[in-house]
């Protein structure tokens, strides 16, 4: 889970700014993927503390995420890559 920490509009984007867990960002890497409440989004910025994605028109018509406001509770979904490259770094000395 993440929460809205910061919600502005640029132009004809939104831009918006999670908090996260460690559990989470430990995944996040600049350019990379995010899950947002099911909604895959590019990580515009990331650091220690959360993230933040830019909401472009076509994502703003097609999902609620523009219905967000600061506060708003989210269920988060680290980058799938980083999780199998953990995976079989960790795996490494299992054999």
């Known amino acids: 889970m993440g929460k809205v920490a910061h919600r502005e509009i640029v132009?004809?984007?939104?831009?918006l700014r999670f908090e996260a867990p460690a559990s989470v960002t430990?995944?996040?890497?600049?350019k990379g993927s995010i899950a947002v409440n099911?909604?895959?989004?590019?990580?515009?910025?990331?650091?220690?503390r959360g993230?933040?994605?830019g909401l472009i028109p076509?994502?703003?018509?097609?999902t609620h995420l523009g219905e967000l406001q600061v506060g708003s509770r989210v269920?988060?979904?680290g980058d799938?890559?980083?999780k199998?490259?953990?995976?079989?770094?960790?795996?490494?000395?299992?054999?």
């Open 80 to 82: 799938l890559l980083g």
């Open 11 to 15: 132009g004809d984007a939104l831009l």
């Open 75 to 77: 269920n988060l979904e």
């Open 51 to 53: 993230f933040e994605v």
């Open 26 to 30: 430990r995944y996040c890497i600049h």
């Open 58 to 62: 076509h994502t703003l018509e097609k």
């Open 38 to 48: 099911g909604v895959s989004l590019t990580l515009n910025a990331v650091d220690d």
């Open 84 to 95: 199998y490259v953990e995976r079989l770094i960790g795996s490494r000395g299992a054999t």
